[in-house]
C-alpha cells in the first residue's frame, strides 16, 4: 500500500482539517501538539468498495486502520472455507493481529463488507509514540483493554453450545451488525452453516 501523495492540508480537508485518528486518541488522554503533528504527517485516508481486500496473505502488514465509515471483516481459509474471525464497524482500529508490529506475513484477510472509508496509521508510527510520548502508553494500553474485552466476547460467543443461543447473543453483542452483514458471514462468525442460521431466523 502506498500513502496518498497530498499536502496535509489537502488530506484532512474533509475532516475538520485533523486526522480522525487524533479524535480517537482524544477520548483517552490528552494530546500535546507534537502528538497531533505527527499523527497527522504520518496517517492518510483510503478508501475500498464493497468486497475488495484491504489485507490478505501476499501484503506485508505495515499498517493498522481506523474505520472512519463502512464495516470490515477479518477471516482466515481452512482449505476452501472462510473463516470470519471478527467484523468491525466505525470508530474502531483494525489490522492483521496475528502479526500485529511484527516483521512478517499473516494469514489473515481483511475485507470490505461495505464501501469503506478508513485511516491508515503505519506501524512505525505507533512504535514512534509509544517510545516517546508516555501518554500513547496510555492510550495505547485502554485501546488494547477494549478490544481484549471484545476478543473474550468473542471467544465466549464461539462456545456457547447451541447455535440458537449463539444467534442470540450476537443480536444482543453486535446489534448493529445484524441488518449490516450477510448472513454468510454471520453464519461463519458464529460458526452455524447457514442453513441452520436461517431456521433459526425464521424461529424467532
Request: proline letters at 3%.
Amino acid at each position: 500500500m502506498i500513502a496518498v501523495n497530498l499536502s496535509e492540508e489537502d488530506r484532512w480537508k474533509k475532516f475538520n482539517n485533523f486526522s480522525p485518528f487524533i479524535s480517537i486518541f482524544k477520548k483517552f488522554h490528552p494530546l500535546n501538539k507534537d502528538i497531533e503533528k505527527r499523527i497527522n504527517q504520518h496517517t492518510f485516508p483510503i478508501s475500498y468498495k464493497k468486497n475488495k481486500f484491504i489485507i490478505s496473505p501476499i501484503d506485508h502488514n505495515k499498517y493498522l486502520f481506523l474505520i472512519v465509515k463502512g464495516i470490515v471483516r477479518g477471516f482466515v481459509k481452512d482449505g476452501n472455507t472462510e473463516i470470519t474471525t471478527w467484523i468491525a464497524k466505525e470508530n474502531e482500529i483494525v489490522g492483521t493481529i496475528r502479526n500485529l508490529w511484527l516483521d512478517g506475513d499473516s494469514e489473515e484477510h481483511l475485507q470490505a463488507l461495505e464501501d469503506v472509508d478508513l485511516i491508515a496509521i503505519p506501524h512505525i508510527l505507533t512504535e514512534y509514540l509509544y517510545e516517546n510520548y508516555p501518554e500513547a502508553n496510555i492510550v495505547g494500553r485502554k485501546i488494547m483493554e477494549l478490544y481484549y474485552r471484545s476478543a473474550e466476547e468473542r471467544a465466549y460467543l464461539c462456545r456457547i453450545s447451541s447455535a440458537e443461543k449463539r444467534y442470540k447473543r450476537f443480536l444482543v453483542s453486535f446489534p448493529d451488525l445484524i441488518n449490516r452483514v450477510s448472513l454468510k458471514h454471520i453464519a461463519s462468525f458464529l460458526a452455524i452453516r447457514l442453513e441452520t442460521l436461517s431456521r433459526i431466523r425464521a424461529r424467532i
